[in-house]
């Protein structure tokens, strides 16, 4: 033992060690579960191959696996193994797309109920802005997508080197036209930003009896679950990834969203992954 190696006195080795001898003694007399190694496995397993999971998402998926596990047992394991998430420290710098009133404003149908019950009736959307190599200005593209608020699934999306209205009017095109059909109308929810405001993108919702919504002026919240997914995918591209070139980065933005879509569980979603539950309601349906 310590002690003995150092033949002083237990007292001082409790206080150097800022220890209290009535939690010396606990632990000397403690028998500390050792938890199987299948389940330590299976945790390690879940999060090589999931890297922005946190202990919440790996509980639901050891059940989506079969294992009848607790999420503090599974929070002890991460944190004896350095398994805890740290993909989601990093600040992230905003994309602002506002040019004034430059077109037609639309009032705030949404009103921050990011909640449906049925798939394609609420969709909402925004432009971010992705650096690849030093993250310099002319090292930047723009990512843009259309979101289920019933699933959160990505719909459509783009990129590209340049914000413009052409870049938001591609994938709005590819969800009208692939959309199924519906006995209710649609509404897409975005900001205030210039593409929105066009003529271009105003006349395709009006003539496919879609309604539009937008957020307050410099009111980010009113758009907050497009943010939020915007910062999941972030975190799993460009904040852990370093893309040396624009293809580089466009490869691993759509791998991204493959995965978001097809395999990365929600918890909210009954540990189902967006594709899996529009799937599912797609039976219900029937």
Known sequence: MLRQELKCKLKLLLQV????????????????????RELIDAIISIRDDNPDYGYRRVTQELRNRGFNTNHKVVLKIMKMNGLLCTAFNRLTRKYNSYAGTVGHISPNRVNRRFTT??????VLTDVTEVRWGSGTMAERAYFTAY???YSG?????????HPTVEFVTKPLDELL????????????????????????YVSRLKTNRVFQSMSRKATCLDNAMAESIFHILKVGTVHNNHYQSYDELKSGITNYVY?????????KL???????????????AA
């Open 147 to 149: 979101i289920d608020v």
């Open 117 to 122: 019950d049925r798939p394609y009736q609420k």
């Open 153 to 161: 699934e990505i719909l459509t999306w783009n990129i590209d080197l």
């Open 177 to 200: 036209q692939n959309r199924p059909e519906l006995n209710y109308r649609m509404t897409i929810h975005s900001d205030q930003g210039f593409q929105y405001q066009n003529y271009e």
């Open 259 to 267: 995965y978001y879509n097809n395999k990365r569980i929600k918890t």
């Open 17 to 36: 060690a800022e220890m209290s001898s009535s939690s010396y003694h606990d632990a000397c007399k403690r028998a500390y579960k050792e938890y199987p």
């Open 270 to 284: 009954a540990g189902r992954t967006p594709v899996q539950y529009r799937n599912l309601s797609d039976q219900l």
